[in-house]
Every structure is written in structure tokens, then in C-alpha cells.
DNA sequence: CTAATATATGAACAGTTATTCATATATTGA
DNA sequence: TCAATATATGAATAACTGTTCATATATTAG
């Protein structure tokens, strides 16, 4: 190629090689955001950060059906996203961490949402 | 629902109903996210992160086939995750803003993973 | 133990998305 | 203008992901 900047984007390149995460590091974060990339799930997000609920106030919030809902919760759960308790005959769910509320609030003011 | 918690979360409910943005908001969001969600998508970004670079230098840095990288940088740019500026027979890429980097290393964070 | 309620899950189908291949466009140098 | 290089893109196929339906598991009340 003839970049003009040619030297200079070789050793960016180089250097990217050298420091770009392994395949499984790249796949656990690729995963995570995937596990956020969903308009139902990410409605469950935006309903957790509310406070913690059980699945029928979840479904209650964002809408859809018990079995769409607890199929979307496995997959949040299972990439850490959200956690579960037992309470009785319920289960409630809660936002992991303040990360995910970080990433939440990033993206929005990226794309300038409000919140 | 016999939720022990029933009037608290039946407010934390509709509470979470009333603040669910807009769907308009959620898609923009959840796209936003999915844009950053693939493992090759993510190398590209992870390689940006050490400066800019042409395309030629993003496949030598990812991998890949130039058709492929070509596609990916599309979406990433139509989603405003990157930009792109020609520069003679070259287009050069960078990430779009610090929230790009921001989102990176939180997940990271996150995920225990070393950057 | 049985009935009722809350939640989870397997299988099938439908819609979406990534990759590849071939080709198109744009820029530069001769 | 022509050849060469860099990048982009349309179409087709293959892989993946969400939703639904039916059913399973777990907990509590009686």
C-alpha cells in the first residue's frame, strides 16, 4: 500500500497485533455487549435500574410474554449482567454491578438520549 | 403474583414503566450496542485504540479478508462508533469519541479482563 | 400429598446477520 | 487516458438468535 502515512499506520498496525486481546477475552466482551444489544433485554436493563423485581413485575414493565421475558433473563444472567435471588416462590433480579449502569449511561450520552 | 415485595415492586413496576424510554430510544441503544458486539467488530476497535489506520493496515492488524474488514468497518461507521476521513488513495479510521474507549474499558473492567 | 402459582426450559420456526465472491468506484501516477 | 492500487458494495449462502408453544420444575398453601 502507499499510505502516505505509510511508517507511521505499519507500526500502529504492528503494535495493535501485539496488544489485541486473545480470541477469548475478545469473545467474553463481544458476548457481554451481545447480551446487551437487544431491545428486550435492554428494556429489562433500563426497568432494573428502577430497583429489583421478580419476573412478573419484570414482564409487568417492559411487556411481552412470561416465556420471552424468562428466556431473555437466562441469557442476561448466564453473561453476568443481572443477578437472582430466591424470594419464596418468586425470583429477583437485579443489575450485577454499577458497570452496567455505567455502560447504560455511556451509551446514552453518545447518543445523546436522555435518561 | 404472591411476591413477598408486592407493593414495593408493583411500584418499582410501573415506576420503571413510566421511565422506560422511548422505543425509538431503546433501537437506537440496542443498535449501538450490536454494532460493538462482534468479535470482529471488536478487534477492529481494539486495534483503533492505538491510533488511526487505513484499511489495508486494519486487515494486516485484525485479520481477515479486506472484503470482510470492509464490511464491518460500514457498520461500525454507520453506527457512528468510528470515522472515517480519505486521505489520497487511502480512507482512514478512527474511533469516534472517548465514549468509544470508555465503553471498551468498562467492559473490560467488567469482564476482570486485562487491557 | 395435591393444587395452585412462579419461573424455567426444550424444540421448532422465522427473521436476522456475517461471510464470501465477484465486481464496482475512486484516486494516483505514467 | 490507461494501469495500478485502495476501498466499497450487491447478491447468495450459511450460521445465529428470538419468539412461541408446550411442558417441566420449584415453592407454598391447604
Known sequence: MRCEHGALHEETAARAAKNMPQEEEIGRVAAAFKAIS????????????????????????????????????????????????????????SLADEHVVALLELACTHLHCKL
Open 38 to 93: 437487544e431491545p428486550c433485554r435492554l428494556k429489562i436493563l433500563f426497568a432494573l435500574r428502577q430497583g429489583e423485581m421478580c419476573v412478573f413485575h419484570i414482564v409487568q414493565a417492559v411487556g411481552g410474554t412470561q416465556s420471552a421475558v424468562s428466556h431473555q433473563l437466562r441469557i442476561l444472567r448466564s453473561h453476568g449482567v443481572v443477578r437472582a435471588r430466591r424470594d419464596g416462590q418468586n425470583i429477583v433480579y
